[in-house]
């Protein structure tokens, strides 16, 4: 197959698989809540409730999409696409089997970071635009917990790159042949944990989505979108959080490696991945939230010195069993 | 300096300019129709003006054109999450001035109600408290949700002995109006087992909790000092160090037959009184096992049945009755003249006195901890506005 | 007041720290946070509660306070309201209005109208019916979308009684719970189908 057709194919591919996942990992999530609450999740809409988030995506389509008139509206048009475009990107780098991703680039986690943090871009213009007190105050709240628990997400997922010694994501995923990451004594389920808790601070998930806080910031920065609009960015927070959840699987649970023949791989990364979905809705559904304070100095008066602290020790450990150490 | 008028406490601080937030009668963190216009510093709050009577629905003068028999049905809407203790208290007042007498397993039947509210009561609270501070969409929810899944279970109990599930109109002057129907009993016990390990499961998962303590530790402070100046009651006081509990002060229908704890702590913040309703719950499930253990036989009320609806008079007289609701002192103060509607009636409602405590306690904290500090006075709106 | 002996006033703090374990800062603020994750995966392997309504209704008591209705006597057939308008009176929202018809041998209601929009399913008016003739039914199911289908005449009042199942509060059996010591019987005789499990009334 001539390279320019794979270049086209390839991404056009991933990117419907993305949207296809997302809007089903959103009824997935309804569900696994609902169980965890004695109820039962959508259940009238297609058999078991199947045909939700299809209906929910008509709905979205359908709406009257408002403007505020004192918008900004270049920015408020905006924001949404540029709050989606990076979270699609992430799918970029990574690879879903041995040679089959979209672009598997030998700085692909480095790529994936720098990516995700242009998000905070179009969280910040969304907003903006909205010329809404209540949306520039969460969009404010936002950017700050993002961009404090970006570091120790960062440096969380540098544990694996040290421990594997490439950037490039085939091979941190090709390195856990032998014993997964997570499994790594100590290191590995240290870095685990702060991820998990980075991921899931990063993406405004409870107990850090003060900033969605109902009683106060109904939708924080969102408050102002309906209709497609609100449908995008609620797309590029799921994918955000998909994509997250693939490259945790991808750096901590052994990506494709698992029994069975080699065409299963892929279906090994995607079980994964929504086990590591389903590990942040735990945690999301389990807990109260916490003040922007504190959230704050969760991240960089814990979170950010212990991981580096992890950083360091995982190096150490690294050049240590590099010059034969038992 | 600080400015103290009538209305607004004010905290000086020196911050830059003044914004006025208005938390409407309509928020998410719905405790009924509840206005707070807070005046902010960025994000911390320096004056709380609270603005009620979005839910008056004229009860007193409701209460002077109804008849003694007729009323309680209605009293349940005053405290309407704790219908039962409200209908008690106006009973009581009637019964004080009309020197009737209760039999006891009428008076056994009214604790057991009582208590079993307290308890429903208490599991509404827990759950809208935590949902407020965690989120419609996030554990707040779950917890809410627990909570919702136990309180159906003891409003199954009051449906199969009442027919009702909120609005009951079980008292009536001269005892109940109900009797126990047959099997309520082994029910009423299973239910009570499976709603003691449930507040066990509630409590794992609050009680050492980092997020659920980072949120209530040091929120909302009531001194001692302020607890006993203010005219607040129930958990709160209990919350700040002071022992006083009407079923042990001044106890009233048959309490004193009944070994349970009164919960008393002292930091007296969101968390101690947190603590005092966890404690709350478990004494009084106590209590209605006492009760179901020790029910004696006997007619359900001193007064029969209703035949007509003046059928009951009250002599001239008057007489405040106070009975301990779950978020306090419940009273209802009756003028009776001798004919089958009072001449005046007020209702002392919990929430309303203990409402007076915010614009004192809320000064100084930031905007998320508004929504703890409400939700650990659990006011019912329909009690403050009657 | 006899105050019991026990310790009557009880430290929650003291309570708490009795129930806690012990452990070091961070190792009980882990087990905390894992003991709640650890409650919602339980929840998770829980049946749920819901009740799938409107394709299963659960069971309603014997004594539900559901819509209302008039009946007919059991044995005659006839209409068993008299018209005495004591519902009327003692009703809290005054939703009932009855017109009576006198006739040689008994009374009847000429019209009777209740307007189920404002009642407030209070029982007073089956508690205080002589002849047992208004009742509520075990069911509540009168949703529409005009009002004026909520306002119930005599008519439909009767074809509600006969359409439900009947709650088994009655007036007289609601009264009779409540007589003086001699009239108090046991509920248990009253509950249709069960067998009389409580003693009887000490005072006779």
Known sequence: MPESLTLLIAPFVVLNAVIGIVTYVTLLERKFAARMQSRIGPYRVGPHGLLQPIADALKLMMKEDIVPAAADRPVYNLAPIVFLLPCMFIFATIPFAPGLGVADLNIGILFFFAISGMEIVGLFMAGWGSNNKYALLSAMRAVNQVISYDLPFIFAALTPVLLAGSLRLSDIAAAQDGLWFVFYPVIGQLAFIAFVLSTVAAENRAPFDILEAESELVAGFRVEYSGMKFALIQLGEYAHILGSSFLGALLFLGAWSGPGPEWLGPGWFLLKAMFMFLLVTWIRWSFVRIRVDQILALSWKALLPATLLLLLATAVVVVWRANGGA | ?386 | MAAPEVQTVADVRALRDARRTEGTEVSVIVRAVLGAMRMTLRNLFRKPVTVHYPDKTRVYPDRYRGLLALVYEKDTGEEACIGCRLCEYVCPPAVIKVEMLKTEKRNYAKTFTLELYACEFCELCVQVCPTDAIVMMKSFDLATADRRELLLDKDRLHAIGLQHERSWATGNRLRDMQGPPKQARTVAEHTPGAAPAAKESSEA
Not at chain 2, 72 to 80: E, L, M, Q, R
Not at chain 2, 104 to 120: N, P
Not at chain 2, 144 to 170: H, N, P, Q, T, W
Not at chain 2, 307 to 328: C, D, L
Request: proline share 5%; hydrophobic share 40%; aromatic share 10%.
């Open chain 2, 1 to 386: 300096m600080t400015t103290a008028s009538p209305a607004r406490l004010e905290v000086d601080y020196a911050g830059s300019e003044r914004l006025t937030m208005n938390m409407g009668p309509q928020h998410p963190s719905a405790h009924g129709v509840f206005r707070a216009v807070l005046t902010l510093e960025g994000e911390t709050v320096v004056g709380v003006d609270a603005v009620i009577g979005y839910l008056h629905r004229c009860h007193e003068k409701l209460a002077e054109t109804l008849t003694y028999a007729q009323y309680p049905s209605i009293a349940s809407k005053t405290d309407y999450v704790a219908a039962m203790t409200s209908e008690f208290a106006y009973v009581r007042a009637a019964e004080t001035i009309g020197k009737i007498e209760v039999p006891k397993r009428a008076q056994y039947l009214r604790v057991m109600a009582a208590e079993l509210q307290r308890v429903a009561s208490h599991l509404l609270w827990l759950g809208t408290w935590c949902m407020d501070m965690g989120g419609a969409l996030g554990g707040g929810a779950t917890i809410f949700l627990y909570c919702i899944r136990e309180r159906e279970l003891i409003l199954d109990l009051f449906e199969s002995l009442v027919g009702a599930r909120l609005l009951y109109g079980f008292y009536q002057v001269g005892g109940v109006r109900y009797d126990l129907p047959a099997g309520w009993t082994a029910t009423c016990r299973e239910t009570v087992d499976l709603i003691d390990r449930r507040i066990g499961e509630y409590e794992s998962m609050l009680d050492d909790n980092p997020f659920f303590m980072a949120r209530c530790q040091g929120v909302g402070v009531i001194s001692r000092e302020l607890a006993e100046d203010v005219g607040i009651s129930g958990p709160l006081l209990r919350g700040s160090g002071v022992a006083w509990d009407l079923r042990r002060a001044d106890p009233y229908s048959s309490y004193e037959d009944f070994q349970f704890l009164v919960p008393v702590e002292s930091s007296g913040d969101c968390f101690a009184r947190y603590g005092v309703r966890m404690v709350e719950f478990r004494e009084s499930l106590k209590i209605v096992r006492q009760v179901l253990d020790g029910l004696p036989e006997g007619p359900v009320s001193s007064r029969p049945g209703l035949k007509s609806v003046a059928q009951t008079r009250i002599p001239k007289g008057e007489a405040y009755a106070r009975i301990e609701g779950p978020r306090g002192e419940v009273g209802c103060y009756l003028t009776a003249d001798g004919s089958a509607k009072p001449y005046r009636m007020k209702w002392r409602g919990a929430s309303f006195s203990n409402l007076s405590v915010l614009p004192h306690i809320i000064p100084g904290h930031k905007v998320a901890d508004v929504v703890a500090i409400m939700g650990s006075v659990d006011p019912v709106f329909g009690e403050v506005d009657r």
